[in-house]
């Protein structure tokens, strides 16, 4: 079982910046495809970024160039570097994580964190 605790989230006006963490309870090592999601009211969740285990980043076009994905080895987080920020990047945060163990597939998603920006 890994656990996935996210932070950082808050109000913001657009242009301006946050950085979310997720921190990870299992060793990066252990884990393969790492991803942030976003939800907003009414909509389905979509991809914001993922980053391998190569460490192979991939963004949507509607973030590329504002947002960075990372991994802090000291700290064991998951990062998520917001900036130019939009109001339509108002949505809840969702860290996720793939890991293979013993020949199966799990899938793990933290709790959530909240972005609201204004105009």
């Known amino acids: 079982q890994v656990r996935l605790v996210e932070s950082g989230g808050g109000l913001v006006q657009a242009g301006g910046s946050l950085k979310l963490s997720c921190v990870v309870s299992?060793?990066?090592?252990?884990?393969?495809?790492m991803a942030w999601y976003r939800q907003a009211p009414g909509r389905a969740r979509e991809l914001v970024a993922s980053?391998?285990?190569?460490?192979?980043?991939n963004y949507p076009d509607s973030v590329k160039g504002r947002f960075t994905i990372s991994k802090n080895n000291a700290k064991n987080t998951l990062d998520l570097q917001m900036n130019s920020l939009k109001p339509e990047d108002t949505a809840v945060y969702y860290c996720?994580?793939?890991?293979?163990?013993?020949?199966?597939?799990?899938?793990?998603w933290g709790q959530g964190t909240q972005v609201t920006v204004s105009s």
């Open positions: 996720n994580a793939d890991q293979f163990y013993s020949g199966r597939y799990f899938n793990y």
């Open positions: 299992a060793s990066f090592h252990s884990l393969n495809t």
């Open positions: 980053i391998t285990s190569g460490e192979s980043t």
